[in-house]
């Protein structure tokens, strides 16, 4: 399918006889997530009904101690499986059935691990006890990461950070259940049906192994930090260099209320935070030429005016300037000029479409239409739960209106992340029920319009590129529009 001012992603297919055989799938997904997750979950239960001193000892008694724990708990399948669960939570309304309560179960939260086994992991990284390494450390965590958990602390020199700490024995068990090609494609399966999935798990499998690694997460976080340095209402918190390895990322601690919250707040300061994310995906997407694939509620924090920090760069994809020039192309075919045989053209062209079919040219613009339909014209349009609920739905949906589209459509490896933008950030837009003129926006975004600043934000945004050094000055990769 097409993100709106994205790009254009077309999803796998159902073949007719083949509901059983995905429902027995389904099963076997959603025993392995039951599994492993159904320990905490009576823990969690029985915590409610204890009293406040009778809670920390069960708290203690469900930490993780060992690496052995870690694996049992959160590695033999479950790993890898939830990583491409998370690809699909928080959208769950537009999915089938099954597929919830296989992701359900898939989600369950992680035990934290032991102040002692934190500490551990810790020493073997850095080479002493946080204790030693810091001026302060909090040895209760304040969130938990589907790979590691996060403790607030002060360095020597009194500066605030968040140290990420990874699960130990974890990065084995993902990398040996990535290593067996069937955990993948039986998840691939579960999520689009007859799908030529060989070239498209290879990507997924490639990205969810860099996750493993809080180097690369550390270069991304760079990445996205140098590119919006100075920006006035974007943030990325620096990385500290000096606390980090493959196994632990420390970075600047941020603060802010988190969506929940946001969701509460007048809807002019819901607007100016969708305006925001908005802004950060398709500006980094178009000129940077990096994607963060992970545009979860959790991974925000906000502050009025539209301020928002970007947490989480364990999932970017960098594209290369064909790439990109492809986004751009689709969207000049559908959007502005409204030329859907040369939109068909394009997305046969990059295997998102096999060519030939029999359906017209107006059965494709009804279908991938959708996900332009709130830039198509100079107005405001207010993101709704049910828009983003629908594209998700025409994901997922072969066997409704749109089954002979779905029947023959594909998923490029380089759409596989981008898709992101369809399951995640219009869903993050709807429950805020952000409303902009989108169109004007993305013209400022967009490199083959680079339009004048249409908001307050945009006027903000402008006087901060005007004072940027020249493109090309700082970061090859940030000078270029795609």
Known sequence: MAAGVGVGAAIGTARPGRNGARGARTARLAGVGARAGSGYAVHRARRVFAAAERRNALDADFQLRTAEQVVETLGHMKGAVMKLGQMASYVDQGLPEQVRTAFAQLQQDAPPMSPELVASTVTAELGAPPAELFAEWDPVPIAAASIGQVHRAITAEGEAVAVKVQYPGIDEAIRGDLDNAGVLFSAMHLLFPGLDA??????LRARLLEELDYRLEADN????????????????????????TGRVLT?????????????????????RAGEAIFRFVFRSLYRLRAFNGDPHPGNYLFSPGGQVTFLDFGLVKRFTPAETRTFSAMIQAMVIHRDTAAFRRIVEEVGLLAPGQPFSDQRIEDYFGHYYEFVFDDEPRT?????????????????????????????PPSFAIIQRINLGLYAILGQLEATANWRRIAEELWPFTDGPASTPMGEQEAAWLAGRPPAGSVRPSASAPA
């Not at 974007?234 to 000096?242: G, Q, T």
């Open 251 to 271: 970075t600047e601690l941020a603060v802010g209320a988190r969506f929940e919250e946001v969701t509460g707040w007048s809807q002019a300061e819901r607007d």
């Open 221 to 244: 976080q760079r990445l996205f930090g140098d590119f919006l340095d100075g920006h006035p209402f974007l943030h990325v918190p620096a990385v500290v260099d000096r606390y980090c």
């Open 383 to 411: 993101m709704t739960k049910e828009y983003a609920t629908e594209s998700v739905r025409r994901i997922f949906d072969a066997n409704g209106p749109y089954a002979d589209v779905l029947k023959a459509a594909n998923l």
């Open 198 to 203: 060989g070239p498209l798990v290879a990507e």
